[in-house]
């Protein structure tokens, strides 16, 4: 049994992104929707099933803190910051391609990105082992220099940055298995090599960017930028796949000093807003090996910050499936999803993903061989 710490923040639960209809710009026959996709619902109910079922109180507590403006700045410019607390101050608004907030938007963001800094403190101060971040609005979308895609502040890559200035650290991998292209993450660590960013996504799942193999970072970063994009309907063999073929071998091969994972939960086959196949089964696994990797190379230090997720009735399944795996201890709930784990036929790794993830790990080895220190 691990020591696994938990940071959130009521604030997070606050955040209003405002009525998604606008955000589309709709017009005609688009009926006004009075909810943001992008809603506290999920993650509320993560916390509540966490609470019901007695894991909350197994877990340490890890207090919650702002972000300041000069840990935001390592990162973000400071024309970010300044239209994040313009727009907020005007009452809200938007701020990029997708990244509507309110008046408490520029707070909210704050609390959420110092969540994650707090749990990286606590994991590197020795008090956890573990740590998982449940906040909002989420990160991996937002670039140095602007928002994008519900995301304000670039949360994940944000824990690294301070992993790094912080306390020192030398070599630390981010793993973003957000069904979405974690774009911001690459941006921020583009051009450098002491942050491995790697992440698995649904192909063209966000169409404002690309997340293609052949991003993998430029000058001094050049090959530290490994994106996994897997066609829509791949469920738990595709992953595994990739994972063992591609993932866990560039993990071990740059041997990090703390491992983050950005761990959306929108690859779950009931998504609004992806197309993938995964439940409780893939998420508790997929965190059992990345476990295995921060206990092989980082001294067990493995944070997690909570990312994407629209399906109010399966989040909280497979956020407790990860909390369970992370903390060593199960609880008497009985995931409804995934009981029909085994009757899913996408569930089965196809010949199309199988040959697609052996090109990808030639592609990323002959990479790391031309390329890598």
Known sequence: MTTTGFVTDELCFWHDPGNYALMLKPGGYIEP??????????????????????????????????????????????????????????????LGIGAPISSNGYDAARRSAGCALAAVDAVMAGTVQHAYALTRPPGHHAEPDRAMGFCVFANAALAAEHAIARHGLQRVAIVDWDVHYGNGTYKCFEQRPDVLAISIHQEA??????????????????????????????????YRDAFERVILPALDAYRPELVIVACGYDAGRFDPLGRMLLDGVTFRWMTEVVADVAARHAHDRLVLTHEGGYCPVSVPFFGLAVLETLSGQRTDVACPFSGLHGKVPGNRLEDHQRRLVAELAGRFDAVRQRLWQ
């Open 205 to 238: 799942g966000y169409l404002q960017v690309t997340g293609d193999a052949e991003e993998i970072g430029a000058g001094a970063g050049q090959g530290y930028s490994l994106n996994v994009p897997l066609p829509a309907g791949c469920g738990d063999g595709a």
């Open 33 to 94: 929707y009075n909810r943001h996709i992008e809603n506290p619902d999920p993650k509320r109910r993560l916390l509540n099933l966490l609470t019901a079922s007695g894991l909350r109180e197994r877990l340490a507590p890890i207090a919650s803190r702002d972000a300041t403006p000069d840990e935001l700045l390592r990162l973000h410019t400071a024309a970010h910051l300044e239209r994040v607390r313009s727009v907020a101050a005007a009452g809200g608004g938007e």
